[in-house]
């Protein structure tokens, strides 16, 4: 199983896009949605500092760096889980495990393995550390138990050349429609 392109659009909202490399809150490197050194080449340290020339094309490999950096992230939640699960399930429980790395030993695991679907929607409440979490626990609460994917622009955010992303304003904000584009492979040059 395979998060959604709309699955992991609602992930790409939450988690926002820098498509230059930026020191996230660890000091760590990282490159798009997420991609550091440890998830494998490319190592955001070694990339060209600074935003792309080409924002589409620096978006478009974001967005390839995170579909493949998502693979772990499937295949521990089909680990984890011992259920059947819809698509929009499968996409909030793919999203929390991006987040907290939890899946194997959240009690909504437990929960939903033993068939409480309720108990499992409600266990995304419990785990809102920091609080500025909630919005998205409650997203990720109404796409499981009800299918709904958030919408909204998803941000693109700047960084510098020393690694300082701008938080002050998105770069660019994306709909779904221009993001979905952006998931495909760039038309070839003639």
């Given at each position: ?6 699955g992991?659009?609602?992930l790409?909202?939450?988690?926002g ?30 990339m060209p ?19 493949a950096d998502?693979?772990?992230y499937?295949?521990?939640v ?7 699960l ?11 495990h ?10 909504m ?11 499992t929607g ?35 955010w ?5 690694g300082?992303?701008?938080f ?7 709909t ?10 760039a038309?070839?040059?003639?």
């Amino acid at each position: 199983m395979q998060m959604t392109d709309r699955g992991l659009l609602a992930l790409a909202r939450h988690e926002g896009i820098v498509p230059a490399p930026y020191l996230d809150v660890a000091r760590v490197w990282t490159f798009g949605v997420g991609h550091t050194a440890a998830a494998g080449a490319p190592d955001p340290a070694t990339m060209p500092r600074g935003m792309p020339a080409d924002l589409d094309a620096g978006v478009r490999e974001a967005l390839r760096l995170f579909r493949a950096d998502l693979a772990r992230y499937e295949a521990e939640v089909l680990r984890a889980v011992t259920v059947p699960l819809s698509t929009h399930e499968f996409d909030a429980l793919v999203s929390f495990h991006y987040n907290t790395g939890a899946i194997a030993r959240a009690a909504m695991t437990r929960a939903l393995n033993a068939g409480d679907r309720a108990g499992t929607g409600a266990g995304f409440m419990n785990w809102l550390r920091p609080a500025s979490l909630r919005p998205r626990r409650q997203a990720e609460r109404d796409l499981f138990l009800h299918g709904r994917y958030p919408e909204g622009p998803i941000p693109v955010w700047a960084a510098d050349e020393n690694g300082r992303v701008d938080f002050s304003r998105p770069a660019r904000r994306l709909t779904e429609l221009q993001a979905l584009a952006l998931l495909r492979p760039a038309p070839a040059a003639e």
